[in-house]
């Protein structure tokens, strides 16, 4: 049996020590709203909130989720405010990735 905590996280210990034991209910966060929108090197999707308790506060109501899979053993997730432009730290190493997605993947994926 798991106990809920007022702001939604769930204490259930497990014999497994690789599975955690605090975690969200699937009634927690964010919702895929109007499916997943492929792209060249991924996908997006648009997240928009369920009403649950906030676990910080001040949660954007409706977000976007820009996935790419960028190599067979990497894949990168961007998660931002399409409504409102936001600083993001520029660096000399990381730039935009603009090759296809690719094949033959060590990972998977589900949303």
Same mark, same amino acid.
């Not at 997006?44 to 001040?58: D, E, H, I, W, Y």
């Not at 405010?81 to 990735?97: I, L, M, N, W």
């Given at each position: 049996q798991s106990l809920c905590t007022l702001r939604g996280c769930c204490w259930s210990p497990q014999s497994d020590t690789s599975v955690p034991w605090c975690f969200f209910s699937s009634n927690h966060g964010y919702k895929v709203d109007g499916g997943l929108q492929t792209t060249q090197a991924g !996908?997006? *999707? +648009?997240? +928009?909130?369920?009403?649950?308790?906030?676990? !910080?506060?001040?949660?954007?109501? +409706?977000?976007?989720?820009? *996935?790419?899979?960028? +190599?067979?053993?990497? !894949?990168? @997730?961007k998660i931002t405010?399409? %409504? %409102?432009?936001? !600083?993001?730290? #520029?660096?000399?190493?990381?730039? #935009? @990735?603009s090759g296809p997605a690719a094949s033959d993947l060590k990972y998977k994926v589900d949303v």
């Open positions: !996908f997006q *999707a +648009t997240l +928009t909130r369920l009403s649950s308790p906030s676990l !910080f506060g001040n949660d954007i109501s +409706t977000v976007l989720l820009t *996935a790419e899979y960028q +190599t067979e053993h990497r !894949f990168r @997730f405010d399409p %409504k %409102k432009q936001r !600083f993001e730290v #520029p660096h000399e190493h990381v730039g #935009p @990735f």
